[in-house]
């Protein structure tokens, strides 16, 4: 419960703005910022749509969730999280707006902890989660 009170506060913070935090940035940078965001927009709902009946807003698996090893789920074991993160960062360079930045660099500490907590209560439900750990990476693909 502790980990969504403080994601929706830092969501809810994110539509602020502090002047004196602000910083131009060049073209290139604001629209590479605004591709960046456009991705996180398509990656999250996608990967929403990928979990079906096993998504839950807590950490806490459901009991009739199935662990999700296909599509996106193959490469990225939290890739809500990584739409999220994308959408954030882009965002904050595009609107040039650094109070976004610090709360992007927030909600990456957030989601570090809040995806270990999840993967410690998935690898107790799933006898093959530490083998679909080594395979994908948590946020970005392993390569």
Do not use: C
């Given at each position: 419960?502790?980990?969504?009170?403080?994601?929706?506060?830092?969501?809810?913070?994110?539509?602020?703005?502090?002047?004196?935090?602000?910083?131009?940035?060049?073209?290139?940078?604001?629209?590479?910022?605004?591709?960046?965001?456009?991705?996180?927009?398509?990656?999250?709902?996608?990967?929403?749509?990928?979990?079906?009946?096993?998504?839950?807003?807590?950490?806490t698996?459901?009991?009739?969730?199935?662990?999700?090893?296909?599509?996106?789920?193959?490469?990225?074991r939290?890739?809500?999280?990584?739409?999220?993160?994308?959408?954030?960062?882009g965002?904050?360079?595009?609107?040039?707006n650094?109070?976004?930045?610090?709360?992007?660099?927030?909600?990456?500490?957030?989601?570090?902890f809040?995806?270990?907590?999840?993967?410690?209560?998935?690898?107790?439900k799933?006898?093959?989660?530490?083998?679909y750990?080594?395979?994908?990476?948590?946020?970005?693909?392993?390569?």
């Open positions: 419960m502790l980990f969504v009170g403080v994601q929706l506060a830092l969501f809810a913070a994110y539509l602020f703005r502090i002047p004196e935090l602000d910083a131009a940035v060049p073209a290139w940078a604001q629209y590479s910022g605004l591709l960046i965001a456009v991705v996180g927009i398509i990656l999250a709902p996608a990967s929403v749509i990928a979990l079906r009946n096993s998504l839950s807003v807590f950490p698996p459901k009991d009739s969730a199935n662990l999700i090893q296909s599509g996106i789920y193959k490469y990225i939290h890739p809500i999280y990584t739409g999220i993160l994308l959408f954030t960062f965002f904050a360079f595009y609107s040039m650094g109070l976004r930045l610090l709360i992007f660099a927030a909600l990456l500490m957030l989601f570090k809040k995806a270990s907590y999840e993967e410690m209560l998935l690898q107790s799933f006898s093959d989660y530490k083998l750990k080594t395979t994908s990476g948590m946020f970005l693909p392993r390569f």
